[in-house]
């Protein structure tokens, strides 16, 4: 009987999954409510964890509830503990969820919502959660080992360098291209700007009450800090309307550029306790809150989506960036799909949390679906707008026009209306001057963000307080990952650099911590330069990097599971990370040429370094051509390292198959689990 | 109710797991100190090395 009903209730769940794919897919020519994306993806996560990811577990890895973790087997009070699966699962989320799966659909709405929407889906089931799952899982079998060494053993020695190469390689692109977001998010904003300035003493301050004060008292602490981010706000609004104030928080964006660089550098090098820690707490306090309130919001105010399933900017001629929707979108979507990126974080704290390998399907599967779920939300936000008003906000100028009036002429003949008196009501109820221009995706996320929330709490007149709040959720996220990211790509560095001289490895050693911190800022900081003084907004130039770095790194992860997998005699199920890894092959290796070859200079590195050095030359020329050229570098080289560990893969693969290699799995050997034999 | 309760036990357990509140009791646990300025600094020179060098996903 029971079993009767469990049929009967999961053909309902898919009969309604696929009922909503199905309008979300079929229906054009009139606006589709957000609720219609809310049951599809609830429908298609709850298919995907039910039955793939059980699958998985099953036929492929064999989990094993009597084998015991390294959590276990190394417990010492700190690396390695055994911990509730529920709170691994939150530790996991808070530690993959950041600006990525916020930022990338909204600005790969400008395709329409489909193709965002059925690639964060399908790319999330089959692809991004199953990657981060058998990740997870092959590192708690390997003693919670790194990504890095995994590729090392079982790939051989040049998957391990590439993985550390691409690793360095996507922090920097990567934090170069968040420090854009903030940039283009907080340029010529005194509100936004003096909000975000007054987290630096905030968190200074939660630093010494925590440290001195109450110590260890970190909940406490984050929700003063919050009362007073909040405070902050309020006193933002104070700011831009006092004229003297205001001239001092209205800065530019090469401005802004350089005190973030010096910011990220004084973070780097300052002791963690005094601002790092502090504001790491901070973040995650306030994206945890606001992401639940976000769900709660969509669901109770299931708004419109006005934007078309799809534009026609799908032909590659988009505003905010150049590229068709295959391969561009799903480059642009990375987080929320599949990130390469999960992978570092699946090999690195949590497997020497879980206490029972079947957890990592919840943990592993399941928080990435979590994350595809916050990707859904910022679709629907980015959507929910108007689609002139959307476009309005992320086309750079150097596309519409540099006045409101061209702008909103060059929209409206796309067939998006949009006026300049509309911004600029939009704007004045935001508190900010324009909002023309303000490429990056963040911009885009506030205004629907704020639409959502102030639509439910407060109506129009406290719009303004939802914006910048939106603005500083997503700024402290940035910032966060700013200053860790620039660490953590410090202390990889030094780890390199000691093997040549062994002082330089040395994480105490000042010299050494202000020559990697110096040399890890100058690198992103050059992109983000480039990024600034981009005539075209920036985005366009350094998001797909982004997005083909990040996932150029997943495939190399996908390469190392499926060496796993078919060494443990399961090649007949390897299509489960293959499928994953071909499509990304496919992807990424074409989003790659295009972007190094492509005749359309809004598209080529190397075309658009042609097409300046045949127009007229001005004082910025030779260094557009030199980044030009340099970024279609980066692309060759970080394509033909992951070339070589493709190819590499497939001949262990093939040497498997064909039983002329010798097999080596490189597991822990079998220990029977202590937790189950005390329980009986 | 019982569930309830037990779901509150979990939510906060897991938000003290995050904030690293758990891991500063089992540090004072295994060290056998009492909470002070003195045993923090020395829990965040313990933990940080290891904590800066966790990536955060983008």
């Keep these: 009987m029971n079993k009767t009903i469990s049929i009967l209730a999961w053909s309902a769940v898919a009969l309604t999954g696929a009922a909503a794919v199905g309008v979300i897919a079929v229906r054009r020519g009139e606006p589709i409510n957000a609720l219609w994306l809310v049951t599809a993806a609830t ?52 530690a993959i969820a950041g600006p990525g799966p916020l930022v990338g659909p909204v600005l790969a709405a400008q395709f329409g919502y ?60 990567l934090l170069a291209v968040v420090a854009l977001v903030i940039v283009n998010a907080l340029k010529d ?15 200074l301050l939660m630093g010494v009450y925590l440290r001195r004060i109450r110590p260890g008292k970190v909940l406490e602490v984050s929700v003063l800090g919050f009362i007073l981010v909040l405070l902050a706000i309020w006193g933002g609004q104070w700011a831009s309307l006092n004229p003297g104030v205001a001239s001092v928080f209205t800065l530019r964006a090469p401005t802004l550029a350089i005190l973030i ?181 963040a911009p885009a996320f506030a205004v629907g963000m704020a639409r959502i929330f102030s639509q439910s709490l407060g109506g129009e007149t406290v719009m303004a307080i939802w914006y910048h709040f939106a603005v500083m959720f997503e700024a402290l996220f940035i910032l966060t990952v700013l200053d860790a990211g620039t660490r953590v790509a410090r202390f990889m560095i030094q780890d390199a650099l000691g093997h040549v001289y062994k002082p330089l490895g040395r994480t105490s050693w000042y010299p050494s911590i202000l020559g990697t911190s110096a040399l890890i800022v ?3 900081g050059y992109f983000l330069w480039q990024g600034v003084k981009d005539p075209l907004g920036g985005i366009n130039l ?38 994953p890894l071909a499509w990304l092959v496919a992807v990424t290796f074409t ?56 190819i590499e893969s497939a001949r262990q693969w093939i040497g498997v198959v064909r039983g002329t290699r010798e097999v080596t799995v490189k597991e822990t050997p079998f220990v029977m689990t202590r937790l189950a034999e005390e329980r009986g | 109710m019982r569930q309830l309760a037990k779901a ?33 600094a020395a829990f965040r020179a313990e933990f940080e090395e290891a904590r800066t060098r966790r990536p955060k996903c983008c």
Aim: aromatic share 10%; glycine share 8%; proline share 4%.
């Design chain 2, 8 to 40: 509150a036990r979990i939510l906060i357990a897991t938000v003290r797991e995050i904030f690293d509140e758990a891991a500063y009791e089992r540090f004072l646990r295994r060290a056998g100190l009492n909470s002070s300025a003195k045993a923090y």
């Design chain 1, 261 to 441: 660089i010096i910011y990220a550098f004084a973070a780097s090098a300052l002791p963690v306790w005094l601002l790092l820690a502090p504001r790491d707490y901070l973040s995650t306090f306030v994206k945890l809150g606001t992401i639940g309130l976000l769900g709660i919001g969509i669901v109770a105010l299931h708004p419109t989506l006005h934007m078309p399933a799809l534009t026609q900017f799908v032909d590659g001629t988009g505003p905010i960036f150049a590229g068709k929707v295959f391969p561009f979108a799903f480059i642009t979507i990375a987080c929320g799909a599949i990130s390469g990126f999960h992978a570092l974080i699946s090999s690195g704290t949590t497997p020497k949390l879980i206490a029972r390998e079947t957890q990592t399907r919840m943990v592993g599967y399941g928080a990435m679906m979590c994350e595809s779920a916050v990707a859904v939300m910022a679709i629907i936000a980015a959507c929910s707008l108007q689609p002139g008003v959307y476009f309005a906000i992320n086309s750079p100028a150097g596309i519409v026009g540099q006045t409101a009036t061209a702008a909103t002429a060059t929209i409206s003949a796309w067939g998006f209306p949009v006026t300049a008196a509309d911004m600029q009501a939009l704007a004045q109820s935001v508190g900010e001057q324009t909002l023309f221009n303000r490429t990056g995706g």
């Design chain 1, 591 to 646: 989003a790659a040429w295009q972007k190094a070859f492509d005749t359309n200079p809004r598209v080529g590195f190397l075309a658009q370094a042609r097409a300046l050095a045949a127009g007229p030359a001005t004082s910025a020329t030779g260094r557009l051509i030199f980044n030009n050229r340099l970024d279609a570098a980066v692309t060759i080289i970080l394509v033909g390292m992951v070339a070589l560990v493709l």
């Design chain 1, 522 to 524: 100058a690198a992103w």
């Design chain 1, 542 to 579: 350094l998001w797909p990097l982004f997005g083909i770095a990040n996932q150029l790194l997943a495939t190399v992860s996908l390469c190392v599971a499926t060496t796993i997998i078919i060494k443990m005699h399961r090649a007949r199920y390897a299509a489960v990370t293959l499928a």
């Design chain 1, 189 to 203: 904003s005194p509100w936004g700007t003096f909000t975000i300035a007054m987290t630096v003493p905030i968190a």
């Design chain 1, 114 to 173: 489909l193709p965002g929407t059925l690639w964060i889906l399908a790319g999330a089931i089959f692809a991004g959660c199953v990657q981060d799952f058998v990740i997870l899982l092959f590192s708690v079998r390997r003693d919670g080992k790194s990504l890095t060494e995994m590729a090392k053993e079982e790939t051989g020695v040049i998957g391990g360098i590439v993985a550390y190469a691409a690793v360095v390689a996507i922090l920097i692109i």
């Design chain 1, 43 to 94: 429908c298609c996560y709850a298919l995907g964890y039910r039955f793939y990811s059980k699958f998985i577990s099953a036929k492929i890895l064999a989990l094993d509830a009597l084998r015991a973790t390294p959590a276990e087997r190394l417990e010492n009070g700190r690396d390695f503990l055994v911990t509730n699966k529920w709170v691994v699962f939150g530790h996991h989320f808070a």
